[in-house]
């Protein structure tokens, strides 16, 4: 079972279109995470839910938007797509220590 | 400044030689140190989590933290060619809401 999943894999999209990216935990880890890694492998975070509740919103264009309908599920949608948005999200969870990550969702804006 | 410098590479070592990679970090308040594995088109996987200064062990992996000097360092022996990957440290302050502060990564060619 995949502790971490997140769907799709792969998105290739056109600017101005509106997406969204799910993530999924079976690890009954209470914080979620989102974490974009640039075109130079460089994590960095955007968001992150404890129990449903928004605890860090870095600063990311208000064009994303997280929601976590429950503690195992934090989704991602990203309105107004731009080219600039082109990288790899990964979703990730933890109880605090050492995270496990999704495998990532390629997005491509063209 | 980035809070977290990590020399990208790329190191290219022979099977069975020693690695060592290496981060130096600026915040003061970093409290825990991780290393992290990433294959290509995969996520970052943990390989080593640790809270103070010091050395910790695990199989092939050492993991050193030197927070005077604000470095930490892994170390791999007998490097093999499934170890080729990006190398990832991050750390964290423990009232951050967990968030962690990667480094570029260092990637790793291990050749048989």
């Known amino acids: 079972d995949t502790a971490v999943s997140q769907t799709p894999k792969y998105l290739v999209t056109q600017m101005g279109n509106d997406k969204s990216i799910k993530c999924e935990q079976n690890?009954?880890?209470?914080?979620m995470y989102w974490y974009k890694q640039d075109s130079k492998k460089f994590l960095k975070i955007m968001f992150s839910y404890n129990n449903k509740e928004l605890i860090i919103n870095e600063t990311v264009p208000n064009r994303f938007s997280p929601k976590s309908p429950d503690k195992a599920h934090l989704n991602l949608h990203i309105n107004s797509l731009e080219l600039g948005d082109s990288a790899v999200y990964f979703c990730a969870s933890s109880t605090g220590r050492g995270y496990t990550f999704g495998s990532g969702t390629r997005l491509t804006v063209v | 400044q980035k809070e977290v410098e990590q020399d990208p590479g790329p190191l290219s070592v022979p099977e069975g030689a020693i690695v060592s990679l290496n981060c130096t970090y600026s915040n003061s308040a970093f409290q825990y140190f991780m290393w992290y594995r990433q294959y290509s088109r995969k996520g970052p996987e943990l390989l080593m989590y640790t809270y103070s200064s010091g050395n910790k062990e695990d199989g092939r992996f050492t993991a050193q933290v030197d927070k005077s000097s604000k470095y930490i360092s892994l170390f791999i022996r007998d490097s093999q060619p499934s170890d080729s990957a990006t190398y990832l440290c991050?750390?964290?302050?423990?009232?951050?809401?967990?968030?962690?502060?990667f480094g570029k990564g260092t990637s790793l060619l291990v050749t048989p």
């Open positions: 991050a750390m964290m302050v423990s009232n951050s809401g967990y968030a962690l502060n």
């Open positions: 690890l009954g880890h209470d914080t």
